[in-house]
């Protein structure tokens, strides 16, 4: 008798208790949650074609139209170049980085010391306006201090010649 009840605890400390432990169950859902149905297949291959649709399009945005040949074949062979050469600027600061740290080590330290002595450059720029700007309001307000003294001891001066 005594092995039956051992057993039935054991097996029910294995299949309940040791499962919980090993592998615990998320807590449920709050009671104001409402669970949403199950989406249909059709349903799924529709949210499917749009993600799809969306991820591609992020990718010719980022690519670019030199990159696209296809949506130029219709324009001719001289014009692509053409417009490709008007369209090309200097490359962003992000996109020099990203092309240094392609090369490694040795290419990405001159062009992090080229973006940190222009930051360093930008800072010390910002820094002498703030100061020059700051001392042109000091000397406004100086200005304006001597200006509204002055009358007062002209005053004051003006009383003294008269007596």
Do not use: C
């Not at 051992?6 to 949650?33: A, Q, T, W």
């Not at 692509?80 to 050469?85: D, R, V």
């Not at 962003?92 to 240094?100: F, G, K, N, Y």
């Amino acid at each position: 008798m005594k092995l039956k009840v051992v057993y039935r605890k054991v097996s029910d400390y294995i299949r309940h208790d040791l499962k919980e432990i090993v592998l615990p169950s998320s807590l449920p859902d709050p009671p104001h949650v409402v669970k949403r149905r199950k989406l249909t297949w059709h349903e799924r291959f529709l949210v499917l074609k749009e993600a799809s649709r969306l991820y591609a399009a992020s990718w010719v945005r980022d690519i670019g139209p030199e990159l696209r040949p296809n949506d130029y074949k219709k324009q001719g062979d001289a014009e692509p170049k053409k417009q490709a050469k008007e369209t090309e600027k200097e490359p962003s600061v992000l996109e020099d980085l990203a092309v240094a740290a392609r090369g490694g080590m040795e290419t990405l330290r001159p062009a992090l010391h080229r973006v940190y002595m222009t930051r360093a450059s930008n800072y010390k720029d910002a820094l002498a306006s703030f100061i020059k700007g700051y001392h042109e309001g000091v000397q406004q307000v100086m200005q304006n201090k001597e200006e509204s003294q002055v009358p007062k001891d002209e005053s004051s001066d003006s009383s003294k010649k008269t007596t």
